[in-house]
């Protein structure tokens, strides 16, 4: 039996709708770790957040989180620790909850349907 992917399923629709809405000079990455998965690149760090946005010199990091789900501790301190370096850092559960986050700081071509 397969198991539900929610947070996978809104990675996917989240890098569809970034390819198209980020202007020209944005750039983001899928970061790999999640979903269990056991990431041995050598300079991985666990609990590192799921996307990451780099707009005019800014790093933006988007931990994606289905509704019930929540950041670990782990997780809660890498978010800290790249805070303190001076990256922006935010969970979102939607795209919704992401474009209205981003657009603060990027100015997305459109809007998630």
Known sequence: MKRKQPERTFQTDLCRFLDVALPPGAW????????RSVTTTPGYRS???D???????RAIFL????P???AT??????????MLAGAVV????DIGAAYE?????????????
Do not use: C, M
């Not at 501790?73 to 790249?82: C, E």
């Open 101 to 113: 986050f981003l657009v603060q700081f990027i100015p997305l071509k459109g809007k998630p349907q």
């Open 73 to 82: 501790a782990l997780q809660r301190g890498i978010h800290a620790d790249l």
């Open 51 to 57: 996307l990451l946005i780099v707009y005019k010199g």
């Open 63 to 66: 931990e994606l989180k289905a």
């Open 90 to 93: 935010h969970t979102v559960r």
């Open 28 to 35: 983001y990455s899928a970061i790999p770790g999640g979903n």
């Open 68 to 70: 019930k789900n929540y």
């Open 47 to 49: 609990g590192t957040p």
